[in-house]
């Protein structure tokens, strides 16, 4: 026969029974949530750079087309002859080279535009400002002038340069 006490104690460890699987619900819907949110960043992120890939700079893209802003004008860029570094000093020096290159293209665009990896060794910057097509004009002879000094890879000094192409993108 149970007593009065014996089920309010089960009535109380009914209740923290449930305040344990709603907490580790909540736990786990957080880690859920912090889970889906490193997978979009690994989706849109190039591992090697850090710098969004051709993913988030579809993205990126397709928001400033939506926007009503200031049309976009795209840079691609290619290395000139990075295959032959790769195949010459090694796939960690290709790979050394590629995060410089970013870096320093980096340094050449406004605090607005996007550097994005495509892959292997093509970038593009995305310009979304006012007299976009200007800017990236400008932008392409900054990239090309830096370009111009030697990357210095481990011991090794390495001379690369780009061809660049440039597209204004209108509705």
């Known amino acids: 026969m149970l007593t009065e006490n014996a089920v309010h104690i089960g009535y109380?460890?009914?209740?923290?029974?449930?305040?344990?699987?709603?907490?580790?619900?909540?736990?786990?819907?957080?880690?859920?949530?912090?889970?889906?949110?490193?997978?979009?960043?690994?989706?849109?992120?190039?591992?090697?750079?850090?710098?969004?890939?051709?993913?988030?700079?579809?993205?990126?893209?397709?928001?400033?087309?939506?926007?009503?802003?200031?049309?976009?004008?795209?840079?691609?860029?290619?290395?000139?002859?990075?295959?032959?570094?790769?195949?010459?000093?090694?796939?960690?020096?290709?790979?050394?080279?590629l995060k410089a290159v970013a870096n320093r293209v980096k340094s050449c665009l406004g605090e607005q535009d996007l550097l994005a990896r495509l892959g292997g060794d093509e970038f593009a910057a995305l310009i979304v400002r006012p007299d976009s097509e200007f800017l990236a004009t400008e932008t392409a002879r900054a990239i090309t002038a830096a370009m111009n000094d030697p990357f210095m890879i481990n011991s090794d000094t390495i001379t690369v340069k780009a061809s660049i192409g440039i597209t204004a993108i209108h509705e």
């Open 12 to 97: 109380i460890a009914l209740a923290l029974l449930a305040a344990v699987l709603i907490w580790r619900s909540g736990r786990t819907l957080e880690l859920l949530k912090l889970a889906q949110s490193k997978t979009d960043t690994l989706a849109s992120t190039d591992q090697l750079t850090a710098l969004p890939n051709r993913s988030g700079l579809q993205e990126r893209l397709s928001g400033a087309i939506r926007a009503n802003g200031p049309d976009p004008t795209l840079l691609v860029m290619d290395l000139d002859g990075f295959k032959v570094i790769n195949d010459t000093l090694g796939l960690a020096t290709g790979d050394e080279l």
